[in-house]
């Protein structure tokens, strides 16, 4: 009696395995991609990254913003002071138009006025950046300005800022451009109190560092250098 020759079936079930063996792990692996597709969903709505193809950005922060915002008007304030103690440590005195020079104390004693990441000129979601005005016959300069911006509009702020030797910071929205001497002042001046120190607005008190004119500073330093610009100081 002749054995049959099995070997034809057993090649069949060996394909059909195989067969089976490869759908099953095609499921597998489009379920990983799967779970990992909603894993990345997940992360762009909680705003920790946002996939390339994703097509929307995270609705923007409001109180994030506020707080961006007020810093930027305290950092401009910051400036001013920095830019009373370069002027009165400077010889000849002078302001600078560096946030650099600010930050190193460069032409200036060497002392910091600002700390690192203000004169790099960004913080806290703003760029900032000092511009000086036209030097005189000596070399100083008696006028400078420093504007803020946001780095994403609407993202990391709204409101624009500038401020200048005069101390008044002024503040809007620009669309996202560095602020200008345009701006209202801010906050208006109706809201804020002036007292007068030696002829100085209180603005220059409600800076970082109180200026408080000494005899002795009076005495060596022109009268033009004094932080607040005064009448003294034209605008070049």
């Given at each position: 009696m002749k054995q049959k020759n099995t070997f034809p079936i057993i090649q069949w079930?060996?394909?059909?395995?195989?067969?089976?063996?490869?759908?099953?792990?095609?499921?597998?692996i489009s379920g990983c991609s799967e779970k990992e597709n909603q894993s990345a969903v997940r992360a762009d709505d909680s705003g920790l990254f946002k996939r390339p193809d994703a097509g929307s950005s995270k609705k923007p922060d409001h109180q994030q913003m506020g707080k961006n915002e007020a810093l930027m008007v305290n950092y401009l304030k910051t400036l001013a002071a920095a830019q009373t103690d370069y002027n009165n440590?400077?010889?000849?005195?002078?302001?600078?138009?560096?946030?650099?020079?600010?930050?190193?104390?460069?032409?200036?004693?060497r002392v910091r006025f600002i700390d690192p990441a203000l004169s790099s000129g960004?913080?806290?979601?703003?760029?900032?950046?000092?511009?000086?005005?036209?030097?005189d016959a000596n070399g100083s300069h008696w006028s400078w300005s420093a504007t803020a911006w946001p780095v994403t509009y609407k993202e990391t702020g709204i409101r624009s800022g500038y401020i200048d030797e005069t101390g008044i910071v002024r503040a809007g929205d620009t669309g996202g451009k560095p602020g200008t001497i345009q701006l209202p002042e801010y906050p208006p001046p109706s809201r804020e109190k002036h007292t007068t120190k030696r002829g100085l607005g209180s603005v220059c008190g409600d800076t970082a560092r109180d200026y408080q004119a000494t005899d002795d500073t009076a005495q060596s330093a022109p009268q033009k250098s004094m932080p607040c610009g005064g009448s003294s100081t034209s605008r070049t």
């Open positions: 079930i060996g394909s059909v395995c195989i067969i089976l063996l490869l759908s099953a792990g095609m499921v597998l440590n400077s010889s000849p005195h002078t302001y600078t138009g560096s946030l650099a020079c600010l930050g190193s104390g460069n032409g200036a004693g960004v913080k806290n979601g703003y760029t900032y950046s000092m511009t000086a005005g036209t030097p």
